[in-house]
């Protein structure tokens, strides 16, 4: 059985093959970018529990794309959050495109949440959360 599960193994790897011709773009660099919107589904929500939180941005080609989030604990009681994106080199279409992208929030403690999303300049969409 050994034998068998051995020579089943070589022959899957003899015949997957890895294609040289496959496009792979390198990250030139990283860079912040604005979010245009955010949707919470509830602005209430129980200690302990988890809710997702979506954000919205535009990205202006598609060598540019979503890299994470600069989650900030100002306080207490109030998160900043800033969206990050990666730069890719190489060919690409220069169509715009919006992304969505999702934080998931789990309080440990009850209060009033307040979050600063950063939407450019020294702009910030401000959303609240009320946790009990």
Known sequence: MKKLL???????????????????QTIESI???KIDSVKIVNDTMDVFSIQ???TYSTYPSHCEGFYGYDYVHS?????????YKYITSGPCTQATYTSANQINFSPRKTGT?????WSGGN??????IVVE
Do not use: H, M
């Not at 306080?75 to 969206?83: E, G």
């Open 75 to 83: 306080d207490n009681l109030t998160r900043t959050v800033t969206a």
């Open 31 to 33: 860079d912040k970018i």
């Open 52 to 54: 997702s939180i979506k």
């Open 123 to 128: 702009t910030w969409i401000t959303k609240t």
């Open 6 to 24: 051995f020579s089943v193994l070589i022959v899957g790897l003899s015949i997957t093959s890895c294609d040289d011709n496959e496009d792979y």
């Open 113 to 117: 949440y307040t979050f600063k999303f």
